[in-house]
């Protein structure tokens, strides 16, 4: 992950995630309140290089997110952690 940085606390409910996409041929992006959760957005399948969440909690929870990216057909995934606000 580009941005945010990994272990950050969110300074607004928008958080735009951005990422390199390397060798990747598709992604996709999950946020939720607990690991592997999708609870606050799930981008489905994208090919983009970021995503704009707009409905962040400003609860001072822990963020989870999962990363996950498809290369020569297998799909493999990275977890971050944040703060909300």
Known sequence: ??????????????VTFTWSNGSATANFLFVGSSAHSASIYNSGTTTAHSKTVTNMPTDGRTIYVTLGSQVNGSWTTIDYTYKAK
């Open 1 to 14: 992950m580009l941005s945010p940085a990994p272990g950050s606390t969110f300074t607004s409910s928008s």
